[in-house]
DNA sequence: CTGAAAGCGCTTACAG
DNA sequence: CTGAAAGCGCTTACAG
């Protein structure tokens, strides 16, 4: 009867080829059909021991989950997100940016991360509060715990009231990301934000190489806010401190400044100290952002030749340094942070991966040289 | 007969209430099954305009199209692509890792992409070159285009075989991306890479900031095998010339040399030139990631207080950096170029977003102090 | 030129 | 304890 069959030996053999093929393709992708037919059971079943929803025999939940490990099954995202009705809400603490406007970028790499994560069903609930105000954060954490959200960034920059939210969303088995800030020993999900410390020492390192002079007077200066959180200018304080009790401690006499920054007044005073002292300064280490406000002061007073680092791209800071009137910057990718923070609950909750706890930012350098490619944020 | 109904005022008016947040959420996701309803037509028909899929009478397509308009009706990505069968690939060409290290990363970069859009039927087709053979380039070129591919990534080393690439690229439609090397006038979806010339021009001013004596000689050491491009090594070294001779110009004397890497004992010998010579180095300027080959140099014979500055963050060149050996590595983050080299495609085929087509990378500055903070990648 | 129907791989009531 | 069915928003033949 053959001879009816359309087809010489090649044709089979090739029929056979695209079969194997085919087998192969799908053996790539396993459905949860597939593996109810495996288990003799309904897809309703596997759903239910997929999700742990709903009693199932003890016996054919076994049955059903060995093969599932068998067979490999990963579920397919797109379809799980397609049917399901499940929306997320991502709580979101961060100072507002009128108050400070370095947190511009972390709230831009959060927005867009938003945007992208809309799809799975994500939604962004963004809260601010005020840098200098501790009221205005218990305030609005206690407003977002008590929504009951699916996840929750916040940057705890202050250290007791934090605490005790972090307390709370432990009570709540709510799961949160801290950015900017850490803390220690908490059951947070994840970290994002630089090694404070470190990006001080480098701050040294970078002072002591532009500095020749032999013996220098090297004046660090934290300028504040009245009742704004002092936390990280301290640690960036302490690593610019120990870089010079290191190396090359007979380089440098260092002066530690607070400036008082709410008035400009307030601020020229502290600066014309300085620059009044015996003890002239060779370089300044403005520990954070407000560098800006004392290049501005340098630019007014028309003062040369001194070393100005700090920290941040805000826009005047950028003007600045291409003025060669701020020599470095040093940086660490905030809206990198902002972004990372939403995609470190997103694999949480929808992907259910495990996500990386502590993340350090790099520590980037910024000169005249090489702002240009670091100015535009995009991911 | 109200009185029946078991509801007061109140709760008709939260059942009214429920009823505009559902209309409010169902505005937001306008599927094309509402626009099929406006249209009066069924949703093949409206699937048909959207994809200029066979032929639409002309008052029923403008009135669609008008419709679409009206409600802003942009497409569901993931029932797209869970629907669709169409797959795509994406063709690779690179240099080989095995004849050049550095290109490890910007696969990492790629292939952690591909593993992401796989869910939606991308898939990458991954082919290399010798990086000293020309030849190898232009046959898996005319592989790669030969096999149809829905986009191709390459590094365009080769200048003139290049062009005939991109020339039969753009005869055949096909979108291309350049990666490390940028080819002027072309139609090139999107580049990725540094700008080599500005990170010449960072380098020397890392260089004159390093070195305090007045008068130096400086050598632009550029290692390479017989035969492997020469474009980024040249364009390093014209950018860190035109530092001293727009600044600091009487502060260094710049020598060039190349160097054969093709053996140790080659390697040698030039750098034993070097340092044999009356123009006895202060700085070395090595213009690639072979920098380490020269730092293993200056280890065995105890070379000491000359500034070596060299390119990427190679395992080797961690070592000498971390042993002091190495003051700077200028970077840019290879594995990022990757990673959004596969996603420009992404974005420009299945999301019918359009790209930046330049793309330059930071031109990162590492340093000891900075170093721990750059090594893993992660996107 | 156009519509009705099946299907992508899941979730979610509902019925037993 | 379990199955059958409808539906998420699209695509893709198929029938007219």
Redesign the pocket.
Known sequence: MFIYLPCTLTEIHCVQQIRQTLKKETAL?I???DIAKQA??????V??V??NR?????S??EQVLSIIEELGYT??LL??S?????KYTISVLIPDPESNAYWEKPLAGIKAAAAEIKKFNFELQIATFDYSNENSFIEKANQILGSNPSGFIFAPVFYESSLKVIEKCDQLELSYVFIDVFIENCENLAYFGQNSAQSGYLAARLMSLSISQVISHIYIVKPLNPSAPVYHLNLREKGFVSYFSEENSDQAILHSMDVDISSPAALDESLDAIFASSNKPLGLFVANSRVHLVASYFEKNKIKNVILIGYDLLQENIEYIEKGIIQFLICQKPEEQGYKSVFALFNHLFLKHTVEKLNFSPIDIIMKENIEYYKNFKI
Request: aromatic letters at 0%; zero cysteines.
């Open positions: 992708k459905g949860i059909k003799n059971v309904s897809i309703g079943t759903d239910r997929l999700h709903g009693d199932v025999a003890k054919t939940r579920p397919n379809a799980k397609l049917a399901s009705k499940t």
